[in-house]
């Protein structure tokens, strides 16, 4: 990609770069298409600008209408992209590829052209990213703080293909007269050097990263190594090849990565939601421990006597009672434990009636915590044991968790950021069942026999369903 940007006399030379701008239906590569295409080539000083509307095969968002004027009588007559694929693959070839938010518009395009079987790739220049970097003083960079700030020629055909992709050449016009030439593309030079990539792994899997929400995993030789979700995919898996990886990074794993696999998402729900559940299926070694797919253990109240209880550590693997409350998540007897043995020095429990300590052999033996006065006095007889199991279920009580707050499964609708689409999760008892793009394919999503409890996903769950807007969950009474 560095080939691009030549050296000519000691001087850093503009390559031979094409402006793009792209409308489309919305703001979803997947879903989404395109309904017009803008280009202005620059090659040797000759400028070239071209454009068409484009036959998208799906209705145009009134939204979008009133945005860019594009309507579904205006494209009805337009060609399909695959009529023009040729036209714009030549016009795009050997040329740096500009845009505004390039991945968006970079990102249209090579689905595009892999939906008619071609694979197209080039060295992107984001004008977005350009301009932060050679105005760091100025806090807006969107198109029309672009217009204003350098007096960019504009019309009234603003948010339209080849309007918006002529301003971007108009802009690096301005850059130049102010800043220099020479500034402005050894600026690009510097934003064109990728990261380095491990053996055996393909630039072509980062080319195909998106911006937006969604989770990924990370596999080397063996299997998979890590798995992660982020708001901006591409950036967080960047930053797993970078000289300096992000806090909280494994250091050295971007170089035993042999492949990338990654699945966008609507929001970041969707995005925790699928990392807990890969988390679960693969416990990568290289994530931190205790997360999803750990062993999980609680404590439950077991009846001994009349008003007697004792607490008897059960993994949430297995089944429970119906009605059967359990209190605290832990990763380990030990742990389990150590959270009791706080509880029972707070509320001067008896440790041997807790089970955490062996009777002595004479009755009414005392417990160690009785000895230094932190026990009331249940091993010894001086507290009746109604009243040991009284204050226990009081201090476990704040331990317990959370009912399901519904009589049956729910679908959470969660839009992306247009509004457009939305991904449907479908939840039971704390438990994640999967996503669809739609409620019908959410339902079926019932009929999956329920995973095993996961800590991580509890947590995620009862934190948003505390907070879920009501109009977007669909109560399902009965479970297929």
């Known amino acids: ?112 052209f892999a939906d008619v079987g071609l694979t197209f790739r080039a060295p992107v220049l984001c004008t977005v990213k350009l301009s932060r970097k050679l105005y760091p003083q100025h806090y807006k960079h969107n198109l029309d703080a672009l217009v204003e700030r350098h007096q960019l020629p504009s019309d009234a055909t603003r948010h339209r293909a080849l309007s918006d992709a002529r301003l971007l050449w108009h802009f690096l016009q301005a850059a130049e007269a102010e800043l220099g030439a020479e500034v402005v ?44 979700k982020a708001s901006h995919l591409r950036k967080r898996i960047l930053a797993h090849f970078s000289d300096k990886p992000s806090k909280g990074l494994p250091p050295g794993l971007g170089a035993q990565v042999r492949r990338i696999e990654h699945v ?24 931190p421990q205790g997360r999803a797919g750990a062993e999980v253990l609680s404590w439950v109240l077991q009846r001994v006597g009349d008003e007697v209880f004792r607490p008897v550590l059960v993994s949430l693997r297995d089944p429970l009672p119906d009605g ?42 005392p417990c160690f915590a009785f000895q230094g006065r932190k026990c009331a ?24 968790l959370a009912e399901w707050p519904y009589p049956g499964p729910v679908l959470l609708q969660e839009p992306d950021s247009s509004g457009l689409h939305a991904d449907w999760h479908a939840l039971y008892q704390w438990r994640y069942l999967g996503s669809a793009p739609t409620e019908a394919a959410a339902m079926d999503l019932l009929q999956a026999p ?31």
């Open 324 to 365: 059967q409350a359990c209190h605290g998540l832990y990763r380990s007897p030990r742990e389990a434990q150590q959270a009791l043995r706080k509880l029972a020095e707070r509320y001067q429990l008896c440790l041997i009636h807790l089970g955490l300590e062996q009777p002595g052999r004479q009755v009414n033996s």
């Open 377 to 400: 006095g249940a091993c010894v007889g001086r507290e009746p044991l109604s009243f040991h199991s009284a204050r226990l279920m009081t201090a476990l009580g704040k331990l317990r």
């Open 1 to 112: 990609m560095r080939a691009f940007i030549e050296r000519q006399h000691g001087m850093v030379q503009r390559p031979a770069l094409v402006c793009v701008d792209l409308e489309t239906t919305g703001a979803s590569v997947e879903r989404d298409r395109i309904t017009e295409i803008g280009l202005v080539e620059v090659l040797d000083g000759e400028v070239q600008a071209w454009s068409s509307l484009v036959n998208p095969q799906q209705a145009i968002p009134p939204f979008i209408t009133r945005l860019t004027g594009i309507d579904d009588a205006m494209v009805a007559d337009a060609p399909h992209f695959d009529a023009l694929a040729g036209e714009v693959w030549s016009r795009l070839q050997g040329k740096l590829f500009v845009a505004h938010n390039a991945r968006f518009d970079y990102g249209f395009l090579k689905q595009a």
């Open 264 to 287: 966008s998402t609507c929001g970041e729900l969707g995005a925790s939601l699928l990392e807990a559940q890969w988390l679960q299926q693969h416990q990568p070694a290289a994530n």
């Open 450 to 480: 329920l995973p095993v409890f996961d800590a991580e996903l509890y947590r995620i769950l009862q934190s948003t369903l505390r907070r879920y807007p009501q109009d977007r969950v669909h109560r399902v009474l009965v479970r297929p």
């Open 185 to 228: 593309w050894q600026a690009v030079a510097e934003m064109l050097q990728g990261p380095v990539l491990p053996p055996g792994l393909d630039a072509e899997a980062l080319d195909q990263l998106p911006d937006g929400p969604g989770a990924y995993q990370l596999w080397g030789e063996q299997g998979p190594l890590y798995v992660g």
